[in-house]
């Protein structure tokens, strides 16, 4: 974070994420889950505090477990990833 003048400026965050292997879910579904992950992540993101997040590269995140009802649609699969991903990032 950046301290100007008694008030906090966000700090930019730049999340890429080279590859996600997703198992068991129709190839159809790819884009659709992938804009949710998106999306949600960047909810998640701009809604924690990230004071103490530093420039730091992680080169793979071991996956945390994601449980999803049976017949999930797109939104709630990247929803529970996005969730995972972030419950693992070091902020």
Avoid: N, Y
Wanted: negative net charge.
């Amino acid at each position: 974070m950046v301290m100007r003048a008694g008030k906090m400026q966000p700090s930019r965050i730049e999340f890429v994420i080279d590859e996600l292997v997703l198992h068991g879910f129709a190839p159809g579904d790819r884009h659709a889950i992938a804009d949710a992950v998106q999306s949600h992540l960047e909810g998640l993101l701009a809604a924690a505090p990230t004071a103490s997040a530093q420039d730091c590269s992680i080169d793979r995140q071991a996956p945390q477990p994601v449980t999803l009802a049976p017949g999930a649609r797109a939104g709630a699969i990247g929803s529970g990833i996005a969730q995972a991903i972030h419950g693992g990032l070091p902020l």
